[in-house]
C-alpha cells in the first residue's frame, strides 16, 4: 500500500473512532482544544518540525537556549488564550488551586530559582511553558463536566497521534531513525523511542481508565459503540509499546494497569483501606527485590543491561556537578550552565554525550535544577497527592483509581527518564490526577458537618452531593 493510500484509510479510521465515541449526553466547552492541541504538540514534534522549520534533531541544551521563535510564538499564543479562559472561570479554578497548595509552592519556588539561573531570561521563558503546563490542566477540570472532559481529552489526543505513529512506522521514514548506537528505532510521530512509548503509555492507561469505568456504567449512552473506540485505541497503544520498545514505559503501563484493574475489583471498593495494602505489597515487592540482588534479573527481562544503558554512569557523573545543594542551579538551567563542560570531559567515553540534556533520573534533574528543596517539595506533593488519591477513591473510586495509576507511573517512570520536567506528558497527567484528588478530598473535608452530632443521613447526602458535582454523567444512572 502506498503512503497516501495508507494515510487516506488512517484519515478515514480516525474520522470512525471521533464518530464512534461521540456522547451527546455530556457537553464540553470549546476551550477543550487548548489542552488538547497543546499535548497534541507536546506528545510529538514541535510546530516547526513538523513545518519543516527547524529539524526535528536533538539538540545540546546550549544550542537551543533560545529555541524556536515560532514554536514560543505557537506556545505564547496558547497560553494567552488558556489564562483568558480561566479568568473567566476564576472562582472554580482558585478552588483547585487552593486544594493543591504543595503545587502551587513548587512553581513559586520555581519561579523564585530563575534569579539564581546562569540565563535568567532563559529560565524565566522556561518557567512559562511550566506554567502553560499548569493552565492546560486548570482547563480541563474547571470544565462543567470535568470527568467527562478528561475522557474526551485522552480520546482526542490519542484518536490522533497513536494512529498517525503507526502510519508514519509502517509507511514512512519519518516515523523511523537510528539510535546513538547506530540501532534502528521505531519513533511515530515523536522524535526517540523513549518519547513515543511515554506518550503511549500514558494514553493507553487513559483508555484502559475509560474502558474500565464504562464497562460498569450500565446505562451510558452510546455505551457499545463508545466501548469500541476505546478498545481501537488501546489495541494501537498496546501495539506502539511493543513497536517502541521502551523498556520503561512498558513496565509504567503494566503497573499503571494492574492497579486500575485492582482497585476495580469489588473487595477493594467495598473496603477503601484495602488500597494501602494494595500499594504497600508493590513496594515491599520492589524493595525486597533490590535488597535480595534480584534487580538484575528484571532489568534483563525488559531488555536492558544492568547499568541501565549508561543511565548509572551518567548519575555518578552530574550529581557531583550541582552548583549548590540545597537550591541547585537554578529552574532549568543545570544543562546551560558552565558544568557541561566538566561533564563532556567526566563522560568522554560515552558516545553522545554533548547532545545530553537530562540525567534520565526526575528526581536527579530536580536535584540538579533546585537542589534538596526542590526534592523536598516534589516529595511533598506525592504524599499530598496520594493522600488526597486514597480519599477520593472512598468518595469515587473511578477518580481515586486513575489518580492512584498516574501517581505510581510517573512515580516509577522518573527513575530511568525525566519525568518532571516542563512539556512532558507524565509531568502534565500528574498534576492532573493530583489536582482532581486534591479538590474532591477538599470537599468532602470542607462540607462534612464537624458536629459531633452529625447524623449519618446528613454526612452521606454531602458525599452523594460531591459525587454529582464532580463525576456529573453518573446522575443520568
Given amino acids: 500500500m502506498s503512503f497516501s493510500l495508507a494515510t487516506t484509510v488512517c484519515i478515514l479510521g480516525i474520522a470512525g473512532l471521533f464518530y464512534l465515541d461521540h456522547d451527546r ?13 497543546w499535548l497534541w504538540i507536546v506528545g510529538s514534534r514541535s510546530v516547526s518540525a513538523w513545518f519543516g522549520i527547524n529539524p526535528a534533531t ?5 544550542q537551543t537556549l533560545e529555541g524556536s521563535p515560532f514554536d514560543a510564538c505557537v506556545f505564547a499564543v496558547l497560553l494567552a488564550a488558556g489564562i483568558i479562559v480561566l479568568i473567566s472561570r476564576r472562582g472554580r479554578a482558585s478552588a483547585y488551586l487552593k486544594a493543591s497548595w504543595p503545587i502551587l509552592i513548587y512553581f513559586a519556588y520555581c519561579l523564585l530559582s530563575v534569579l539564581w539561573s546562569p540565563y535568567p531570561e532563559v529560565a524565566f521563558k522556561r518557567w512559562t511553558k511550566d506554567a502553560g503546563d499548569l493552565v492546560m490542566v486548570l482547563i480541563v477540570v474547571t470544565e462543567a463536566e470535568p470527568i467527562a472532559a478528561l475522557r474526551r481529552l485522552f480520546s482526542r489526543v490519542g484518536f490522533i497521534l497513536l494512529p498517525a505513529s503507526v502510519l508514519l512506522i509502517r509507511y514512512s521514514d519519518l516515523g523511523r531513525g537510528y539510535d546513538p548506537d547506530g540501532n534502528a528505532m521505531n519513533t511515530g ?21 475509560s474502558i474500565c469505568t464504562l464497562l460498569r456504567a450500565r446505562r451510558e449512552p452510546s455505551r457499545r459503540r463508545r466501548l469500541l473506540a476505546q ?15 521502551s523498556a520503561t514505559s512498558t513496565a509504567c503501563f503494566a503497573l499503571g494497569s494492574v492497579l486500575i484493574l485492582a482497585t476495580g475489583l469489588h473487595s477493594i471498593r467495598r473496603r477503601p483501606g484495602r488500597v494501602h495494602v494494595l500499594v504497600g505489597t508493590i ?20 531488555g536492558r543491561k544492568t547499568n541501565l544503558t549508561g543511565r548509572t554512569e551518567i548519575w555518578r557523573a552530574v550529581i557531583p556537578l550541582c552548583p549548590n545543594p540545597l537550591i541547585g542551579a537554578g529552574f532549568e538551567s543545570f544543562w546551560i550552565g558552565p558544568s557541561m563542560t566538566k561533564l563532556w570531559r567526566s563522560l568522554s567515553n560515552w558516545y553522545g ?17 533546585l537542589g534538596w528543596v526542590g526534592v523536598c517539595l516534589m516529595a511533598l ?35 530511568t527518564e525525566a519525568g518532571f520536567r516542563i512539556l512532558t506528558p507524565t509531568w502534565i497527567f500528574l498534576l492532573l490526577a493530583i489536582i482532581v484528588a486534591n479538590r474532591m478530598a477538599s470537599r468532602t473535608r470542607a462540607r462534612i458537618p464537624r458536629t459531633v452530632g452529625a447524623s449519618a443521613k446528613q454526612v452521606s447526602g454531602l458525599l452523594v452531593e460531591d459525587v454529582l458535582a464532580l463525576h456529573p454523567f453518573l446522575g443520568n444512572n
Fill in 25 to 37: 449526553s455530556c457537553r464540553t466547552s470549546k476551550a477543550l482544544w487548548l489542552p488538547v492541541i
Fill in 58 to 62: 536533538t539538540e545540546s541544551a546550549i
Fill in 189 to 209: 510521530v515523536t522524535t526517540n523511542k523513549n518519547t513515543l512509548g511515554l506518550i503511549t503509555f500514558v494514553l493507553s492507561l487513559g483508555t484502559l481508565w
Fill in 231 to 245: 478498545a481501537t485505541l488501546l489495541v494501537f497503544g498496546v501495539a506502539l509499546l511493543a513497536m517502541a520498545n
Fill in 283 to 302: 513496594l515491599l515487592v520492589g524493595v525486597l527485590t533490590m535488597l535480595l540482588g534480584g534487580e538484575g534479573s528484571v532489568v534483563h527481562a525488559l
Fill in 353 to 369: 554525550v554533548q547532545g545530553l540534556n537530562t540525567p534520565h533520573n526526575g528526581y536527579i534533574e530536580v536535584y540538579l535544577n
Fill in 381 to 415: 506533593i506525592f504524599i499530598k497527592g496520594y493522600r488526597s488519591a486514597c480519599a477520593a477513591f472512598r468518595l469515587d473510586p473511578e477518580i481515586g483509581s486513575l489518580s492512584l495509576a498516574f501517581l505510581a507511573a510517573a512515580a516509577i517512570y522518573s527513575i
